[in-house]
């Protein structure tokens, strides 16, 4: 039972707001994970928990976001 939990806790802890960012089409917003756990933290506190694993998702991602970042929309210059 307490590895099911434990399996349980870290799916559903697993950087979801990073998923469902770029899921959502947000491919090339540097950590917008981490940006919208931050922003939402205040309304629902389980965010706080989820925090960590956003931070990491999108360091994983962040080479893929500076390719993909449209740097003319993003007001980002070379």
């Known amino acids: 039972m307490k590895k099911l939990l434990a399996v349980l806790s870290v799916a559903l802890l697993s950087g979801c707001i990073s998923t469902v960012a770029r899921v959502e089409g947000c491919w ?12 939402y933290s205040g309304e ?8 960590p694993f956003d931070a990491v998702l ?11 970042m449209p740097f003319v929309r993003n007001g980002y210059s070379h």
């Open 58 to 68: 999108d360091t994983a991602l962040l080479p893929v976001d500076l390719i993909c």
């Open 28 to 39: 090339g917003e540097p950590y917008i994970g981490t940006q919208l756990a931050l922003g």
């Open 44 to 51: 629902l506190p389980i965010l706080w928990a989820d925090l």
